[in-house]
């Protein structure tokens, strides 16, 4: 096919444009095994104990006697903090226009009735995790990964109450109220929620199946704390449900995540993806997979904070009028 020469540098143009526009778009991923980066989970009836160097980072919940009562202590509520390393990403930096931050499953019994309600039974209710951001400015972001405890932990209870009600079983993040009934500042801000996934064919999330999280909030969130030039951002994760939930197989189950000190992924030989087909073969695909990190502090399976740079809305409107033109000269 012959190409009018006008019609040839404008394909040109285009493509370059194209191919500028996507030069921009970037996808970082960063690890909690980079720099100073940590993983740590706390929990309130161990509250002096430091699980930074666990291999298991878990969250659990269940809430059966107020405080005081004796049995109290069978109560229990554990969160996951999250320090990510963004040094060198900071100001002026290139905003992100998407953000997530993704987990990995180290259960080899996450079954349907963990994720959703069989019981009732109403399968479409599930329950998942709840993400929260700590101020970027709270003293509270200098944790240490060998020394966060429920007690000292950055936005758990109040300067007057660290640790928060001493009631085991419930949730004591200090976080300022969408709907604007609570304090006007407090160190954690909610950035939302994401639910497990749906099994479909599985019998299990298979060992090393990603529990992804991405929300507005979340991106904002990231991108303030890039532009006010921070090295770090904390982000705490917990259980959703609360723990009174008249779903006894969610409560008090703990819901294990890999920590970047989980080395080699859990061994998950009863995984079958298709519970429909007799012949396929078992076993996930993530099964004693390596976790170690690479030369530049990345591990796959560890919490990961990943910023989509995707082109502007402008570049891609420059794009469109590129096209749009190039169709105005080929109808010529
Ligand atoms: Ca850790
Ligand atoms: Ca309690
Ligand atoms: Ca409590
Ligand atoms: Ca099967």
């Not at 040109?12 to 970037?26: K, M, T």
């Not at 699980?51 to 980072?57: A, N, Q």
């Not at 109403?122 to 200098?142: C, E, I, Q, V």
């Not at 209870?157 to 969408?178: L, Q, R």
Request: proline residues 7%; hydrophobic residues 40%.
């Amino acid at each position: 096919m012959k190409l009018h020469r006008g019609f040839r540098a404008c394909l040109a143009l285009v493509a370059c444009g194209a191919i500028a526009s996507y030069a921009n778009a970037a996808t970082i991923k960063i690890a909690t095994s980079k720099g100073i980066g940590a993983d740590a989970e706390v929990r309130d009836h161990q509250p002096t104990t430091n699980f930074g160097s666990s291999t298991e980072l878990a969250t659990r919940i269940v809430d059966n006697f107020p405080v005081g009562n004796t049995s109290d202590g069978s109560d229990r509520f554990s969160a996951m903090y999250l320090k990510f390393d963004i040094t060198g990403l900071a100001a002026p930096a290139t905003p992100s226009n998407s953000t997530s931050v993704r987990l990995t499953f180290r259960n080899t019994n996450l079954t349907a009735n963990r994720i959703s309600d069989t019981a009732t039974p109403n399968p479409a209710l599930r329950t998942g995790l709840a993400f929260y951001g700590l101020d970027r400015d709270d003293p509270g972001n200098s944790w240490a990964e060998n020394t966060i405890t429920y007690l000292n932990a950055p936005g758990l209870g109040s300067p007057t109450s660290p640790g928060g009600d001493f009631n085991n079983g419930t949730k004591d993040y200090d976080f300022v109220d969408p709907d604007g009934s609570g304090p006007l500042h407090a160190p954690l801000t909610p950035l939302g929620v994401a639910l497990f996934p749906t099994l479909g064919t599985q019998n299990h999330l298979a060992v090393g199946e990603e529990l992804l999280f991405s929300s507005a909030a979340l991106n904002a969130f990231v991108n303030q704390s890039l532009a006010a030039g921070k090295t770090s951002v904390t982000i705490i994760a917990g259980i959703l449900h609360d723990g009174k939930v008249p779903i006894n197989d969610w409560k008090n189950f703990n819901y294990l995540f890999n920590p970047k000190e989980m080395l080699t992924l859990n061994t998950d030989s009863a995984y079958d993806a298709d519970t429909t087909d007799p012949n396929n073969t078992l076993g996930s695909p993530w099964s004693a997979a390596s976790n170690a990190a690479d030369a530049n502090g990345f591990s796959p399976f560890s919490p990961q904070l990943i910023m989509d740079r995707v082109p502007e809305p402008s570049s891609l409107a420059l794009l469109g009028l590129g096209v749009a033109a190039l169709v105005a000269r080929r109808r010529r």
